[in-house]
T-cell receptor
Framework: QKEVEQDPGPLSVPEGAIVSLNCTYS??????FMWYRQYSRKGPELLMY????GNKEDGRFTAQVDKSSKYISLFIRDSQPSDSATYLCASLSGGSYIPTFGRGTSLIVHP | KAGVTQTPRYLIKTRGQQVTLSCSPI?????VSWYQQTPGQGLQFLFEYFSETQRNKGNFPGRFSGRQFSNSRSEMNVSTLELGDSALYLC???????????FGSGTQLSVL
C-alpha cells in the first residue's frame, strides 16, 4: 500500500462545475500537504501548500486537510477547460526533505 | 527569475547504452531532486542533492547515479539502459528541500 493514495480518474466535468479531488494517506507523521498541477508534457507545478490541518484558499482553489481522518482535498470552483490537467497530492513529514506523491488524478473540464 | 531547465527534452537510446541528463536549478536553490515518472508507477524519487552531497536516495539500482556541482547544477546518469527505463525524468529544485519544489519540464527518455 502506498503511503499516499489517489484515484487516477479520469474525472470529467462540465465547465463551471465544482471539482473535488481527494487523497488519503497513512503516515501520521505527515505535517505538510501539497497539491501540484501537471499539464501534458510539462513538469508539475506547486498549486497549494498547507501545514497541518485546516483550509487554505487561493482564488478558485481551496485545499483542505483533515488529519483525524488522514484525508486531503482540493476543491476547484467554477472549473475551466484550462484546469484540465493531472493533479498530484503530496505529503511531507517534519524534518524530511522528500515528499511522498500520490499517482495523480487526471481532470478533464469540457466546454 | 529563470525556472528549472532540463536538457535534453527528448532522448532515444538503445538497450545497453548509457545516458546523462542535465538540470539547472533556479538561482539560489541548493537542493536538487530527481524523479522518474511513468504512467504505471507515478512519480518515483531517485535521489536528492544538497550542496554537492547526496542527502537522500530512493530505491533504484546502482545503474542510476547523479552528482551536483558547486553551482548547484546537477546531472544524473543511467548506465546499461533497459527497456523499463523509458520514462519522463524530472528534476526539481528548492531552497532547502521539502515542501516547495519547482520542477523542470523533464527529459523524455525512450529506450528501444
Amino acid at each position: 500500500q502506498k503511503e499516499v493514495e489517489q484515484d487516477p480518474g479520469p474525472l470529467s466535468v462540465p465547465e463551471g462545475a465544482i471539482v473535488s479531488l481527494n487523497c488519503t494517506y497513512s503516515n501520521s507523521a505527515f505535517q505538510y500537504f501539497m497539491w501540484y498541477r501537471q499539464y501534458s508534457r510539462k513538469g508539475p507545478e506547486l498549486l497549494m501548500y498547507t501545514y497541518s490541518s485546516g483550509n487554505k484558499e487561493d482564488g478558485r482553489f481551496t485545499a483542505q486537510v483533515d488529519k483525524s481522518s488522514k484525508y486531503i482535498s482540493l476543491f476547484i470552483r467554477d472549473s475551466q477547460p484550462s484546469d484540465s490537467a493531472t493533479y498530484l497530492c503530496a505529503s511531507l513529514s517534519g524534518g524530511s526533505y522528500i515528499p511522498t506523491f500520490g499517482r495523480g488524478t487526471s481532470l478533464i473540464v469540457h466546454p | 527569475k529563470a525556472g528549472v531547465t532540463q536538457t535534453p527534452r527528448y532522448l532515444i537510446k538503445t538497450r545497453g547504452q548509457q545516458v546523462t541528463l542535465s538540470c539547472s536549478p533556479i538561482s539560489g536553490h541548493r537542493s536538487v531532486s530527481w524523479y522518474q515518472q511513468t504512467p504505471g508507477q507515478g512519480l518515483q524519487f531517485l535521489f536528492e542533492y544538497f550542496s554537492e552531497t547526496q542527502r537522500n536516495k530512493g530505491n533504484f539500482p546502482g545503474r542510476f547515479s547523479g552528482r551536483q556541482f558547486s553551482n548547484s547544477r546537477s546531472e544524473m546518469n543511467v548506465s546499461t539502459l533497459e527497456l523499463g527505463d523509458s520514462a519522463l525524468y524530472l528534476c526539481a529544485s528548492s531552497l532547502v528541500g521539502g515542501e516547495k519544489l519547482f520542477f523542470g519540464s523533464g527529459t523524455q527518455l525512450s529506450v528501444l
